[in-house]
C-alpha cells in the first residue's frame, strides 16, 4: 500500500475512469458523484468513509479495506466484496443497487441494508448474523451454508431460504401468508418468499428453523 493518507477530505463530481486514483489510506472521505467503474481500489484503505451517488460497478477491490464504510444511492454491480481484505471489515448500504455482487464466505455481522436491490448476490457461506435487509429485493439471492441468525427479512422480498441449509435461529419474518410456501425438495422443508405487500404473520418452524415474528 502507498504511504499516502489522506483525512477529512471530499472528492466530488471526479470520474476516475480518466483520473488517476491515488491508492493509499482514506480516513473519514466523502466521495460524492463519482465514477469509479471497471476502475481499481486494490489495496486501498477507507476508514469511516461515505460514498454517495457513485458508480462503483466491477471494481477491482482485491485487499481493499474497508471499516465502518456508508454507501448510500451507489450503483455497485458485480462488486466482488469477497475480494476484499476481511480484517474489521464493516460496511452499510442505502438505497443501492448490488445486482451480482459476491459476499462468498465472508463474516459481516450486523450490516444494514436499506432500499436495496440485491438480485442474484452470492452470500453463500457469509456470516450475516444480526443483519438487516430492510425493504430490500433479493430477487435470485443465493443462501447456502449462510449463516442468518437474529437476520431481520420482515421488509425484505423475493428471497428464498432453505432452512435445512442455513442457520435461521431467531431470524425475523412478516410475511403475506398466500405467499409462504413449505415445499418439498429432496425431503427438506424449503421456505420461498416473493411478496410484494408483506403482511405480518406469525409462525414457528422445527427447531432448526427460525423463530418468526
Same mark, same amino acid.
Given at each position: 500500500?502507498?504511504?499516502?493518507? /489522506?483525512?477529512?477530505?471530499?472528492?466530488?463530481?471526479?470520474?476516475?475512469? #480518466? @483520473?488517476?486514483?491515488?491508492? +493509499?489510506?482514506?480516513?473519514?472521505?466523502?466521495?460524492? =458523484? &463519482?465514477?469509479?467503474? %471497471? +476502475?481499481?481500489?486494490?489495496?486501498?484503505?477507507?476508514?469511516?468513509?461515505?460514498?454517495?451517488? &457513485?458508480? !462503483?460497478?466491477?471494481?477491482?477491490?482485491?485487499? #481493499?479495506?474497508?471499516?465502518?464504510?456508508?454507501?448510500? =444511492? &451507489?450503483?455497485?454491480?458485480?462488486?466482488?466484496?469477497?475480494? &476484499?481484505?476481511? /480484517? !474489521?471489515?464493516?460496511? $452499510?448500504? #442505502?438505497?443501492?443497487?448490488?445486482?451480482?455482487?459476491?459476499?462468498?464466505?465472508?463474516?459481516?455481522?450486523? @450490516?444494514?441494508?436499506?432500499?436495496?436491490?440485491?438480485?442474484?448476490?452470492?452470500?453463500?457461506?457469509?456470516? /450475516?448474523?444480526?443483519?438487516?435487509?430492510? %425493504?430490500?429485493?433479493?430477487?435470485?439471492?443465493?443462501?447456502?451454508? #449462510?449463516?442468518?441468525?437474529?437476520?431481520?427479512?420482515? @421488509?425484505? @422480498?423475493?428471497? $428464498?431460504? %432453505?432452512?435445512?441449509?442455513?442457520?435461521?435461529?431467531?431470524?425475523?419474518?412478516? /410475511?403475506?401468508?398466500?405467499?409462504?410456501?413449505? !415445499?418439498?425438495?429432496? +425431503?427438506?422443508?424449503?421456505?420461498?418468499?416473493?411478496?410484494?405487500?408483506? !403482511?405480518?404473520?406469525?409462525?414457528?418452524?422445527?427447531?432448526?428453523?427460525?423463530?418468526?415474528?
Amino acid at each position: 500500500m502507498s504511504n499516502l493518507l /489522506l483525512e477529512d477530505k471530499v472528492f466530488e463530481g471526479v470520474d476516475y475512469r #480518466t @483520473t488517476r486514483f491515488e491508492v +493509499g489510506e482514506y480516513e473519514s472521505c466523502r466521495f460524492v =458523484n &463519482c465514477v469509479f467503474a %471497471n +476502475g481499481d481500489l486494490s489495496e486501498t484503505k477507507f476508514l469511516e468513509c461515505t460514498f454517495e451517488n &457513485c458508480d !462503483l460497478s466491477m471494481v477491482h477491490v482485491a485487499k #481493499t479495506s474497508c471499516q465502518e464504510v456508508v454507501f448510500k =444511492n &451507489c450503483k455497485m454491480l458485480g462488486l466482488r466484496f469477497d475480494m &476484499c481484505n476481511n /480484517l !474489521l471489515l464493516s460496511f $452499510s448500504f #442505502t438505497n443501492c443497487i448490488l445486482d451480482y455482487a459476491s459476499f462468498f464466505k465472508l463474516k459481516v455481522k450486523n @450490516t444494514q441494508l436499506k432500499d436495496c436491490k440485491l438480485q442474484e448476490v452470492d452470500f453463500v457461506e457469509s456470516d /450475516l448474523t444480526g443483519s438487516t435487509f430492510s %425493504n430490500c429485493d433479493l430477487t435470485s439471492a443465493r443462501f447456502e451454508n #449462510t449463516v442468518l441468525e437474529n437476520v431481520d427479512f420482515r @421488509t425484505a @422480498t423475493n428471497y $428464498s431460504l %432453505n432452512p435445512d441449509l442455513n442457520k435461521l435461529a431467531k431470524a425475523k419474518f412478516a /410475511l403475506a401468508a398466500r405467499n409462504l410456501l413449505f !415445499l418439498p425438495i429432496s +425431503g427438506l422443508s424449503y421456505l420461498r418468499a416473493s411478496l410484494k405487500t408483506p !403482511l405480518a404473520l406469525l409462525f414457528c418452524l422445527p427447531a432448526r428453523s427460525p423463530t418468526c415474528i
